[in-house]
């Protein structure tokens, strides 16, 4: 199994995942930190709004990885099975992300140290989150005729296909309807643990929802 996602994630290079994963915590961590902290400070939840724009400034590292994880993989002669296998083992550790966030989230808010859990979401972008962006990956450093010409080849697909369909605008509604629903549960997992004494465990809870 270990050979298999080697394997599979071998086109991208040592340097690319090892960065993009812990660069995709921050979107797990911030918001559920923001809303402890928030719940913690003001001693209700009616001012946890807030933490749904926590993330709002924090970088989309999942979907930029996925996005990169394609050209590498077709430079390598990879078919388009073994990109669709590559795009699924980023997506899991997307879900992966989804739950040592919060695990991460949880643990120094049981030693009381909540605030510490802001630190390192504003620390991994900082760090990884840099690396990621300076990757080759992203191809800022390359020049000439290859780089014009890959250019171009973007904005005439970029033109053929037009306006998106309308199952794409339906899509985008479905997306915030599903972060309504992670917002909530992040919310209502908090009162839960709130109400039974121990709103620093939210973390971890939110953790083994996942």
């Known amino acids: 199994m270990l050979r298999m996602h080697r394997d599979t994630l071998s086109p991208l290079g040592p340097v690319l995942p090892a960065v993009a994963f812990p660069g995709r915590l921050p979107t797990a961590v911030c918001r559920l930190a923001t809303l ?7 001693g209700s939840l009616t001012m946890t709004g807030l933490a749904g724009g926590a993330g709002v400034a924090v970088p989309q590292v999942g979907p ?16 388009d099975r073994r990109v669709g296998t590559l795009l699924s083992c980023e997506e899991t550790l997307d879900e992966v992300s989804f739950v040592l966030g919060p695990a991460l989230v949880g643990s120094p808010a ?16 900082v760090t990884c989150g840099t690396a990621f962006a300076l990757h080759l990956s992203a191809g800022w450093r390359r020049r000439g005729g290859r780089a014009r010409r890959e250019a171009r080849t973007t904005r005439t697909g970029a033109a053929q296909r037009g306006r998106l369909p309308r199952s794409a605008y339906a899509l985008r509604v479905t997306k915030v309807l599903q972060g309504a629903v992670f917002g909530a549960s992040r919310a209502g997992i908090t009162a839960l643990t709130e109400e039974h004494g121990a709103p620093a465990q939210a973390g971890l809870v939110y953790a083994t929802r996942g």
Do not use: M, Y
Request: glycine share 6%; aromatic share 0%; charged share 10%.
């Open 36 to 42: 402890l902290l928030t719940a913690g400070t003001s």
């Open 110 to 125: 049981l030693t009381h140290l909540a605030a510490a859990a802001l630190v390192v979401a504003a620390v991994l972008p």
């Open 64 to 79: 930029l990885a996925r996005t990169r994880s394609v050209p590498p993989a077709r430079r390598s002669g990879a078919a």
